[in-house]
């Protein structure tokens, strides 16, 4: 069956170990062969022994047929076995430096700057060192035949005789006695067993041989037989009508095989068979063949079947040997030993011995590619050649083993082969009587090859460093291909481990003085190491930075600081001296910059290297092309291309901060305005570019830190910078060169000692509008050498398609700059009077000044705080001058005091939940929503009125009052946004302003803790006791209360005293007092309060389809005061009502956002109101009696007083048109879970003590029945209280007397005393029906036997709401009631 033709590695083995054939030949021959340019027929022949197509079917030596398609053979002129010298280390680096001369040293094709090139990796490593492919070629050629194999013994013996000469047989005859052929029968593996072969050649110089070589020849076979051929050559006679084409191809063919024989012998551009023709070319292809197919290939399939023979007892096994064993032990002493010394010591078998034997039939086995059958007669001699000792041949049978195992296609694994080599190396290097250093070297070459075939290349590290470190240049050959061999894993390359390797051969290549080769490994491991730190860098989350290659222009990514420190230093220093050796000045600098990267260098060495570094640059300042220091030092256009770029010191551009007016206070920047109270904000699309107006400093901040671990100098550090002027500003300044459009500062000199980091600021003024890109510093570094930083931001990570996901792509990098802009506004803000201390609930006055710096209006000016509770913002003015600005400051008053302050009043106020968190200072003033701030009619409004814009040069004050607010430690945000082009009513989208913020530290310690507590009222149950207790909690410090105010939409609130003039009420240090008021409801219009508002403004947004967007109606709020010092406080004060609804508005947005999380922000305000009808907010106002004279307030938002007001779940009732259609299953599930957490808040609340109707008893009369009898009489009038402010209740009164026994227990609260006997009587049932919000009198009796106080509270009240019916709703609450007394109701019955 045929067998695929073998690969190129397994080609060169079986070449390797092809046969061999000795060639004799007459002196006329050699003449023949002259005239042709060759020196022997065996040169002659030479070209026509590879690949001799014999596609004949032969037998193995099981006697199985297999196809041999084709065959090589080697021609030889002589044979001996000769004492081989050792080599010395001298020779083999002369051999490798031979190999070296002709080839290329500098390209490195599978390296690059960005790593490793994947389509340079498919080609084989021959390719990247072709000097070890000559070395390989050149090494196998000087092999000479040994005693332990039968590889260089010839086969056969051919004898070339001419046509020409008298006796041709006699010559023939002659030859077969050489001294050569006897060697061979004597010497030779082949004994008297070789085959001879006969060649007769008639050259066609000799016209006359013509027509008598015929019967030359006949007489040649009739003398030695078939094994003979005529070949006829020189058959080009007439040389001037020869085709030069024809002889180009002619003589290339034997040029071509001397360069693969003889790769390091000079052979200059000789022509080889100028006197052959095609023909005679064919004719000595066919002779060869002819050769091959009759005689060699059958005499060798002949010697296999003999040998096979012979050695077959050998060859089975256990038997075999155990006769060999029982014949050395016990057998006669007359018996001849088998084995021999060679001439180098070693132990080696004759020739006719069995073991002898069988190694020559594996040999011819595996000569013919009889593979299997091969290795099979090798592990059967190799053991009886260890048990001789004979360690030579067994290292060569080891070596066989291993090597068919790797010619059949078979993949073993590693164990199976690797320990045949190993064994062998070993052998020959260590066992032999001297080292066998050439067959060692033999056996690591055929492994690597075979290995490299297979692809094994995980391998080949292991074999190649097995070479011998004593030999020199070949070990640095042998680490290399080591190297290359990491290269070509199949997984990825391991470029670390060709890094090491590489190294390795660099260092083997200095010793043995190959400067060349050793610069080009230490140049893979920079560019590789490059390569494997841009590796790491693109798997993390930064863009690794894109430097140019060091073989182009430029420091290379390769020369960036590695992880392997010492190795870098090393490899920099190292080619920075070959550099300088070689006067390549541009490279010596670039290697000796790089070694200023790393901290991880000695102190000595780091100041060796820099010295080094600023003397090179001296030396070879001329040859840089530096034109003039001055140039260099001013750092403008072009300074770039004239310095150098050096890794010290580092300035990481993503740390660099352009900062605009750096000389004011607040962090500047361009945000993002919009309403709803958020913060402004970065712009969307996340630019970080930045502005600045004509005229304004721009301070450069750059950190710069020194990595080496020695101090350096900068001087004459600045900024390289380039102005594209604006279109409208070169036309207005025109072609006036002479005035520059900026200036930079220079910094003199920056020091930085060993691993310092220091803030360097370079400030640069413009003076016309344009972009001003900053393109890197310069400096010189230690007042010497000029060098340029490059300064870029790194692009960021793309995310937006798949293939960006999967293979890391950046965006382009970024250009640090700014654009000066003439219409950018620049508004400089100063904060005056803003305390660090406060005091809890005490307000303190500061301003906030506004100046505008350019020579445009500001539009719109806008400020937001992040406390709004923390701040009152009051009107702003435009002042002129300091006095104007101190006479507004102290006009300014938050408190106004007043004698005549009314004890309940009465004020329309709107009632809309917008945000308080931002003003408008200039421009038109709009509220949350986006709509113009105004004054409703008849409305009080609190609105801040702003100035329309504010001019050039012009200030405006803004009084700011701070109040501490809570105590504790704060950190308050004021941001200060401005514009010159954009008005106010475009926050509703959103607009870009220029913004400067401030960032306010306030420290608020405890002054008074102020609780609220509320008590029912025995007497009348609407009614409430509300009890204020407040603790002066500061040491040796008295206050003043001044007054409390209480506001809401229900309730007035009345001092519970009875004498009706002021008193003063003050509170020492650590003292407490209690302020007790009585809560009484007031009349209203169910209709329009704000709790049936948001019932349906939540309902729409619940179930409706568009979102409400209506705002809740005014609300007349109930201010109820009491004055409690000399003074009071007009609580509806423009100033005060603004800040106490801000106030109140951010408690309660606070509320609302973590009550319902589910619901936006954004519709709060048409959602819910401001106030609410049933809660209470208390004001307490204060002052400091002595001391500084501070003044302030507390206050208590939403008082509960208990009463029935949770309506939320009304709103989850769907109205009677339905709930709106969801389209989407999610959406649909988004309502549920919206009501549910709606109604899970309103069952949270559900655990407080709340009764929609409540029972009043109250004795109107008592009389006698008779005047002899002690019964009496007493009127009793029963009121019914209905809390409820939307529902009417249809109620029964049933009183219940003691005797009734059976309820007296669950109606009669306990009460303590003797009590008189007493019954109801008269009509003790009683139906009503009460509105909401009202009450219900009727008339009862109760009979006494006895005066006294009796306790009458025994009844029972059952209700039901009017609409209970329509509360469909699974959330609404129930609407039925059944109530009992709580608390005695005690009458005193007395005449």
Same mark, same amino acid.
Request: charged fraction near 20%; charge should be negative; proline fraction near 5%.
């Given at each position: 069956?045929?067998?695929?033709?073998?690969?190129?590695?397994?080609?060169?083995?079986?070449?390797?170990?092809?046969?061999?054939?000795? !060639?004799?030949?007459?002196?006329?021959?050699?003449?023949?062969c002259a005239v042709n340019n060759c020196s022997t027929f065996a040169d002659l022949l030479a070209p026509f022994g590879q690949d001799v197509s014999t596609q004949i079917?032969?037998?193995?030596?099981?006697?199985?047929?297999?196809?041999?398609?084709?065959?090589?053979?080697?021609?030889?002129?002589?044979?001996?076995?000769?004492?081989?010298?050792?080599?010395?280390?001298?020779?083999?680096?002369?051999?490798?430096?031979?190999? !070296?001369?002709?080839?290329?040293?500098?390209?490195?094709?599978?390296?690059?700057?960005?790593?490793?090139?994947?389509?340079?990796?498919?080609?084989? *490593?021959?390719?990247?060192?072709?000097?070890?492919?000559?070395?390989?070629?050149?090494?196998?050629?000087?092999?000479?035949?040994?005693?332990?194999?039968?590889?260089?013994?010839?086969?056969?013996?051919?004898?070339?005789?001419?046509?020409?000469?008298?006796?041709?047989?006699?010559?023939?005859?002659?030859?077969?006695?050489?001294?050569?052929?006897?060697?061979?029968?004597?010497?030779?593996?082949?004994?008297?067993?070789?085959?001879?072969?006969?060649?007769?050649?008639?050259?066609?110089?000799?016209?006359?041989?013509?027509?008598?070589?015929?019967?030359?020849?006949?007489?040649?076979?009739?003398?030695?037989?078939?094994?003979?051929?005529?070949?006829?050559?020189?058959?080009?006679?007439?040389?001037?009508?020869?085709?030069?084409?024809?002889?180009?191809?002619?003589?290339?063919?034997?040029?071509?095989?001397?360069?693969?024989?003889?790769?390091?012998?000079?052979?200059?551009?000789?022509?080889?068979?100028?006197?052959?023709?095609?023909?005679?070319?064919?004719?000595?292809?066919?002779?060869?063949?002819?050769?091959?197919?009759?005689?060699?290939?059958?005499?060798?399939?002949?010697?296999?079947?003999?040998?096979?023979?012979?050695?077959?007892?050998?060859?089975?096994?256990?038997?075999?040997?155990?006769?060999?064993?029982?014949?050395?032990?016990?057998?006669?002493?007359?018996?001849?030993?088998?084995?021999?010394?060679?001439?180098?010591?070693?132990?080696?078998?004759?020739?006719?011995?069995?073991?002898?034997?069988?190694?020559?039939l594996a040999d011819y086995s595996f000569m013919l590619k009889d593979f299997r059958f091969a290795q099979s007669v090798y592990q059967v001699a190799r053991r009886d050649?260890?048990?001789?000792?004979?360690?030579?041949?067994?290292?060569?049978?080891?070596?066989?083993?291993?090597?068919?195992?790797?010619?059949?296609? !078979?993949?073993?694994?590693?164990?199976?082969?690797?320990?045949?080599?190993?064994?062998?190396?070993?052998?020959?290097?260590?066992?032999?009587?001297?080292?066998?250093?050439?067959?060692?070297?033999?056996?690591?070459?055929?492994?690597?090859?075979?290995?490299?075939?297979?692809?094994?290349?995980?391998?080949?590290?292991?074999?190649?460093?097995?070479?011998?470190?004593?030999?020199?240049?070949?070990?640095?050959?042998?680490?290399?291909?080591?190297?290359?061999?990491?290269?070509?894993?199949?997984?990825?390359?391991?470029?670390?481990?060709?890094?090491?390797?590489?190294?390795?051969?660099?260092?083997?290549?200095?010793?043995?003085?190959?400067?060349?080769?050793?610069?080009?490994?230490?140049?893979?491991?920079?560019?590789?190491?490059?390569?494997?730190?841009?590796?790491?860098?693109?798997?993390?989350?930064?863009?690794?930075?894109?430097?140019?290659?060091?073989?182009?222009?430029?420091?290379?990514?390769?020369?960036?600081?590695?992880?392997?420190?010492?190795?870098?230093?090393?490899?920099?220093?190292?080619?920075?001296?070959?550099?300088?050796?070689?006067?390549?000045?541009?490279?010596?600098?670039?290697?000796?910059?790089?070694?200023?990267?790393?901290?991880?260098?000695?102190?000595?060495?780091?100041?060796?290297?820099?010295?080094?570094?600023?003397?090179?640059?001296?030396?070879?300042?001329?040859?840089?092309?530096?034109?003039?220091?001055?140039?260099?030092?001013?750092?403008?256009?072009?300074?770039?291309?004239?310095?150098?770029?050096?890794?010290?010191?580092?300035?990481?551009?993503?740390?660099?901060?352009?900062?605009?007016?750096?000389?004011?206070?607040?962090?500047?920047?361009?945000?993002?305005?919009?309403?709803?109270?958020?913060?402004? %904000?970065?712009?969307?699309?996340?630019?970080?570019?930045?502005?600045?107006? $004509?005229?304004?400093?721009?301070?450069?901040?750059?950190?710069?830190?020194?990595?080496?671990?020695?101090?350096?100098?900068?001087?004459?550090?600045?900024?390289?910078?380039?102005?594209?002027?604006?279109?409208?500003?070169?036309?207005?300044?025109?072609?006036?060169?002479?005035?520059?459009?900026?200036?930079?500062?220079? !910094?003199?000199? $920056?020091?930085?000692?060993?691993?310092?980091?220091?803030?360097?600021?370079?400030?640069? *003024?413009?003076?016309?509008?344009?972009?001003?890109?900053?393109?890197?510093?310069?400096?010189?570094?230690?007042?010497?050498?000029?060098?340029?930083?490059?300064?870029?931001?790194?692009?960021?990570?793309?995310?937006?398609?798949?293939?960006?996901?999967?293979?890391?792509?950046?965006?382009?990098?970024?250009q640090l700059g700014f654009q000066v802009d003439a219409s950018f506004p620049r508004l400089e803000a100063v904060l005056e009077d803003f305390p660090d201390t406060l005091?809890?609930?005490?307000?303190?006055?500061?301003?906030?000044?506004?100046?505008?710096?350019?020579?445009?209006?500001?539009?719109?000016?806008?400020?937001?705080?992040?406390?709004?509770?923390?701040?009152?913002?009051?009107?702003?003015?435009?002042?002129?001058?300091?006095?104007?600005?101190?006479?507004?400051?102290?006009?300014?008053?938050?408190?106004?005091?007043?004698?005549?302050?009314?004890?309940?009043?009465?004020?329309?106020?709107?009632?809309?939940?917008?945000?308080?968190?931002?003003?408008?200072?200039?421009?038109?003033?709009?509220?949350?929503?986006?709509?113009?701030?105004?004054?409703?009619?008849?409305?009080?409004?609190?609105?801040?009125?702003?100035?329309?814009?504010?001019?050039?040069?012009?200030?405006?004050?803004?009084?700011?009052?701070?109040?501490?607010?809570?105590?504790?430690?704060?950190?308050?945000?004021?941001?200060?946004?401005?514009?010159?082009?954009?008005?106010?009513?475009?926050?509703?989208?959103?607009?870009?302003?220029?913004?400067?913020?401030?960032?306010?530290?306030?420290?608020?310690?405890?002054?008074?803790?102020?609780?609220?507590?509320?008590?029912?009222?025995?007497?009348?149950?609407?009614?409430?006791?509300?009890?204020?207790?407040?603790?002066?909690?500061?040491?040796?410090?008295?206050?003043?209360?001044?007054?409390?105010?209480?506001?809401?939409?229900?309730?007035?609130?009345?001092?519970?005293?009875?004498?009706?003039?002021?008193?003063?009420?003050?509170?020492?240090?650590?003292?407490?007092?209690?302020?007790?008021?009585?809560?009484?409801?007031?009349?209203?219009?169910?209709?329009?309060?704000?709790?049936?508002?948001?019932?349906?403004?939540?309902?729409?947004?619940?179930?409706?389809?568009?979102?409400?967007?209506?705002?809740?109606?005014?609300?007349?709020?109930?201010?109820?005061?009491?004055?409690?010092?000399?003074?009071?406080?007009?609580?509806?004060?423009?100033?005060?009502?603004?800040?106490?609804?801000?106030?109140?508005?951010?408690?309660?947005?606070?509320?609302?956002?973590?009550?319902?999380?589910?619901?936006?922000?954004?519709?709060?305000?048409?959602?819910?109101?401001?106030?609410?009808?049933?809660?209470?907010?208390?004001?307490?106002?204060?002052?400091?009696?002595?001391?500084?004279?501070? *003044?302030?307030?507390?206050?208590?938002?939403?008082?509960?007083?208990?009463?029935?007001?949770?309506?939320?779940?009304?709103?989850?009732?769907?109205?009677?048109?339905?709930?709106?259609?969801?389209?989407?299953?999610?959406?649909?599930?988004?309502?549920?879970?919206?009501?549910? %957490?709606?109604?899970?808040?309103?069952?949270?609340?559900?655990?407080?003590?709340?009764?929609?109707?409540?029972?009043?008893?109250?004795?109107?009369?008592?009389?006698?029945?008779?005047?002899?009898?002690?019964?009496?009489?007493?009127?009793?009038?029963?009121?019914?209280?209905?809390?409820?402010?939307?529902?009417?209740?249809?109620?029964?009164?049933?009183?219940?007397?003691?005797?009734?026994?059976?309820?007296?227990?669950?109606?009669?609260?306990? %009460?303590?005393?003797?009590?008189?006997?007493?019954?109801?009587?008269?009509?003790?049932?009683?139906?009503?029906?009460?509105?909401?919000?009202?009450?219900?009198? $009727?008339?009862?009796?109760?009979?006494?036997?006895?005066?006294?106080?009796?306790?009458?509270?025994?009844?029972?009240?059952?209700?039901?709401?009017?609409?209970?019916?329509?509360?469909?709703?699974?959330?609404?609450?129930?609407?039925?009631?059944?109530?009992?007394?709580?608390?005695?109701?005690?009458?005193?019955?007395?005449?």
């Amino acid at each position: 069956m045929p067998r695929p033709t073998l690969a190129q590695k397994r080609d060169f083995v079986a070449k390797a170990f092809c046969p061999r054939a000795l !060639v004799l030949s007459t002196p006329a021959i050699a003449d023949a062969c002259a005239v042709n340019n060759c020196s022997t027929f065996a040169d002659l022949l030479a070209p026509f022994g590879q690949d001799v197509s014999t596609q004949i079917t032969i037998q193995d030596g099981q006697g199985a047929p297999y196809f041999l398609d084709k065959l090589n053979i080697k021609f030889t002129t002589d044979f001996k076995i000769e004492k081989r010298s050792t080599h010395s280390r001298t020779e083999i680096d002369d051999l490798v430096h031979t190999s !070296v001369l002709d080839s290329d040293q500098t390209n490195v094709p599978f390296l690059t700057e960005h790593g490793v090139d994947p389509s340079a990796l498919s080609s084989d *490593t021959s390719v990247w060192a072709p000097w070890y492919t000559l070395f390989r070629q050149q090494w196998m050629t000087t092999m000479q035949p040994s005693e332990h194999e039968s590889f260089m013994h010839p086969v056969a013996c051919v004898l070339v005789a001419s046509g020409s000469e008298d006796d041709p047989v006699g010559a023939l005859r002659t030859l077969q006695a050489h001294a050569a052929v006897n060697r061979v029968q004597t010497q030779g593996f082949s004994g008297a067993n070789v085959l001879f072969y006969y060649v007769l050649v008639h050259d066609g110089r000799d016209p006359g041989v013509l027509q008598t070589i015929d019967h030359t020849f006949d007489q040649v076979r009739r003398a030695f037989g078939q094994n003979s051929s005529l070949l006829k050559i020189n058959s080009n006679t007439d040389l001037i009508d020869a085709d030069t084409s024809e002889q180009s191809k002619i003589s290339s063919i034997w040029a071509n095989t001397l360069s693969t024989t003889q790769p390091l012998d000079p052979h200059p551009d000789s022509v080889f068979g100028s006197m052959l023709n095609m023909r005679d070319v064919t004719a000595l292809r066919d002779t060869v063949k002819q050769m091959m197919v009759r005689g060699i290939v059958p005499h060798m399939q002949y010697m296999i079947r003999v040998l096979s023979d012979q050695t077959a007892n050998q060859r089975r096994g256990i038997t075999g040997r155990l006769f060999s064993a029982g014949r050395r032990y016990f057998g006669t002493a007359a018996k001849a030993s088998n084995t021999l010394t060679g001439i180098d010591g070693d132990t080696y078998f004759r020739y006719d011995s069995a073991e002898a034997q069988m190694r020559k039939l594996a040999d011819y086995s595996f000569m013919l590619k009889d593979f299997r059958f091969a290795q099979s007669v090798y592990q059967v001699a190799r053991r009886d050649f260890q048990s001789e000792k004979a360690w030579k041949c067994y290292a060569g049978a080891q070596e066989m083993v291993g090597v068919c195992k790797l010619m059949l296609e !078979v993949h073993a694994t590693r164990a199976e082969f690797d320990s045949n080599f190993e064994d062998a190396v070993t052998m020959y290097l260590h066992k032999t009587h001297a080292p066998c250093q050439h067959l060692a070297i033999r056996c690591i070459i055929i492994y690597y090859e075979l290995l490299k075939h297979h692809k094994l290349y995980s391998f080949a590290p292991t074999t190649l460093l097995r070479v011998p470190n004593s030999s020199g240049a070949l070990r640095a050959m042998a680490c290399e291909q080591a190297a290359y061999a990491f290269l070509k894993f199949p997984n990825r390359p391991e470029l670390r481990k060709f890094s090491f390797y590489a190294m390795l051969a660099a260092q083997e290549y200095q010793r043995a003085g190959i400067a060349s080769l050793a610069h080009r490994c230490l140049r893979m491991v920079r560019l590789s190491l490059g390569a494997t730190l841009a590796t790491d860098e693109s798997e993390s989350s930064e863009k690794p930075v894109d430097d140019k290659s060091l073989d182009g222009s430029g420091t290379s990514r390769a020369l960036a600081s590695s992880n392997w420190s010492s190795i870098d230093s090393y490899i920099n220093h190292e080619l920075g001296t070959q550099c300088m050796a070689a006067q390549d000045y541009d490279h010596a600098l670039q290697y000796f910059m790089a070694l200023m990267g790393s901290d991880q260098i000695p102190p000595k060495l780091q100041s060796k290297y820099l010295q080094e570094l600023l003397q090179l640059y001296l030396e070879s300042s001329d040859k840089l092309d530096l034109e003039s220091e001055k140039e260099l030092a001013a750092g403008l256009d072009g300074a770039q291309n004239k310095r150098v770029e050096l890794s010290v010191p580092t300035i990481d551009a993503r740390m660099t901060r352009v900062i605009m007016s750096p000389d004011l206070e607040g962090e500047d920047g361009v945000l993002e305005w919009r309403n709803g109270g958020a913060a402004p %904000s970065a712009l969307v699309n996340g630019s970080a570019d930045h502005r600045c107006s $004509v005229g304004e400093s721009v301070a450069v901040l750059l950190v710069v830190k020194n990595p080496l671990t020695i101090g350096i100098t900068l001087n004459g550090f600045t900024l390289d910078c380039h102005f594209d002027a604006a279109l409208d500003a070169k036309a207005t300044n025109g072609d006036e060169s002479e005035s520059p459009a900026f200036a930079i500062t220079t !910094v003199d000199t $920056v020091v930085l000692e060993g691993g310092q980091t220091s803030m360097v600021t370079v400030t640069i *003024t413009t003076h016309c509008a344009g972009r001003l890109t900053i393109r890197g510093a310069t400096y010189l570094l230690c007042d010497i050498l000029p060098t340029y930083k490059t300064l870029k931001m790194p692009g960021k990570r793309l995310n937006d398609t798949m293939e960006q996901r999967v293979t890391p792509t950046y965006s382009a990098d970024i250009q640090l700059g700014f654009q000066v802009d003439a219409s950018f506004p620049r508004l400089e803000a100063v904060l005056e009077d803003f305390p660090d201390t406060l005091m809890s609930g005490s307000m303190q006055r500061a301003l906030v000044r506004l100046t505008n710096r350019t020579q445009q209006s500001c539009q719109s000016i806008m400020l937001w705080l992040s406390h709004p509770s923390f701040f009152d913002v009051a009107s702003p003015q435009l002042v002129d001058t300091d006095e104007e600005s101190a006479e507004l400051a102290e006009s300014q008053s938050m408190y106004v005091y007043s004698d005549n302050v009314e004890a309940t009043s009465e004020v329309l106020t709107a009632n809309v939940l917008r945000d308080c968190s931002m003003f408008v200072l200039a421009g038109p003033a709009i509220a949350s929503d986006g709509s113009a701030a105004g004054t409703e009619c008849g409305v009080k409004s609190h609105a801040l009125i702003p100035v329309e814009t504010l001019g050039p040069g012009e200030s405006l004050l803004v009084p700011v009052w701070i109040r501490g607010d809570r105590v504790g430690a704060h950190t308050l945000s004021m941001a200060i946004g401005a514009s010159t082009t954009q008005s106010t009513r475009a926050l509703t989208t959103g607009c870009k302003m220029r913004t400067r913020k401030f960032e306010i530290d306030l420290v608020v310690t405890p002054s008074l803790r102020v609780n609220a507590f509320v008590r029912p009222s025995v007497q009348n149950p609407h009614e409430r006791i509300l009890g204020i207790e407040i603790e002066n909690v500061q040491s040796g410090l008295d206050i003043q209360l001044v007054q409390s105010t209480f506001t809401s939409g229900h309730y007035e609130l009345l001092p519970l005293r009875t004498d009706t003039t002021p008193r003063v009420v003050q509170i020492g240090s650590k003292q407490t007092v209690n302020l007790m008021y009585k809560a009484r409801p007031r009349a209203r219009d169910v209709q329009a309060q704000p709790e049936q508002f948001t019932i349906s403004a939540l309902q729409q947004y619940i179930f409706a389809k568009d979102k409400p967007t209506a705002v809740p109606a005014p609300i007349r709020l109930v201010h109820s005061n009491a004055v409690l010092g000399h003074q009071g406080i007009d609580s509806t004060h423009s100033s005060l009502q603004a800040y106490i609804a801000r106030s109140q508005a951010h408690r309660r947005r606070t509320m609302l956002c973590n009550a319902y999380p589910l619901i936006p922000e954004k519709f709060h305000s048409a959602l819910f109101p401001l106030y609410e009808t049933f809660g209470i907010d208390f004001v307490l106002f204060w002052s400091e009696t002595g001391g500084k004279g501070r *003044t302030g307030h507390h206050s208590i938002t939403g008082i509960d007083l208990g009463v029935p007001h949770d309506y939320i779940n009304e709103a989850l009732t769907p109205p009677a048109s339905g709930a709106a259609r969801m389209w989407l299953k999610d959406t649909e599930h988004d309502r549920q879970e919206l009501i549910q %957490s709606i109604a899970n808040r309103s069952a949270a609340s559900a655990h407080r003590t709340e009764r929609t109707l409540d029972v009043a008893l109250r004795l109107t009369g008592v009389r006698r029945v008779s005047e002899a009898d002690a019964l009496c009489v007493a009127d009793i009038e029963v009121s019914v209280y209905n809390h409820s402010w939307q529902h009417a209740y249809n109620a029964t009164l049933r009183l219940i007397s003691p005797s009734e026994s059976d309820q007296a227990s669950e109606t009669k609260p306990e %009460s303590s005393g003797p009590q008189a006997a007493w019954t109801w009587c008269g009509v003790t049932t009683h139906t009503l029906s009460v509105d909401p919000l009202g009450s219900v009198c $009727v008339q009862a009796q109760v009979a006494c036997s006895a005066l006294g106080i009796i306790d009458v509270g025994m009844w029972e009240l059952s209700a039901t709401a009017v609409n209970a019916t329509a509360a469909t709703s699974p959330y609404a609450k129930s609407l039925e009631c059944k109530l009992h007394p709580l608390h005695p109701s005690f009458i005193n019955v007395t005449i």
